[in-house]
């Protein structure tokens, strides 16, 4: 499985970005595609998944009810909508997909993409 990941950039507080990440290969093995993110000097940590089949979100607090996840099946991709944004959300964001059930650890997934800047100005 190959996760390739856009969208990222730079933004002013309160603004939005949205995220894409188009999954490629063995698609049929991913139950769970995500987010995570690792902010200046911090651990990667968990932010947002979708589950393939049902469409059931996870979401980290520090995130809900700014962030949005969500699938395109046919276009096998899931986008991340990001608003109301903060400096704090400053941070390189992973694209992540996991073929077991959801779990917040990064070690949770198999497979990852490249992590796309994201950098909020206060």
């Known amino acids: 499985v190959q996760l390739q990941a856009s969208g990222g950039g730079l933004v002013q507080a309160g603004g939005s970005l949205r995220l894409s990440c188009t999954a490629s290969?063995?698609?049929?093995?991913?139950?769970?595609m995500g987010w995570h993110r690792q902010g200046p000097g911090r651990e990667r940590e968990f932010v947002a998944a979708?589950?393939?089949?049902?469409?059931?979100?996870y979401y980290a607090d520090s995130v809900k009810g700014r962030f949005t996840i969500s699938r395109d099946n046919a276009k096998n991709t899931v986008y991340l909508q990001m608003n109301s944004l903060k400096p704090e959300d400053t941070a390189v964001y992973y694209c992540?997909?996991?073929?077991?059930?959801?779990?917040?650890?990064?070690?949770?997934?198999?497979?990852w993409g490249q992590g796309t800047q994201v950098t909020v100005s206060s």
């Open positions: 992540a997909a996991a073929t077991r059930l959801f779990g917040r650890n990064a070690d949770k997934n198999d497979y």
């Open positions: 290969g063995s698609i049929f093995s991913i139950n769970v």
């Open positions: 979708i589950a393939w089949s049902t469409g059931s979100t």
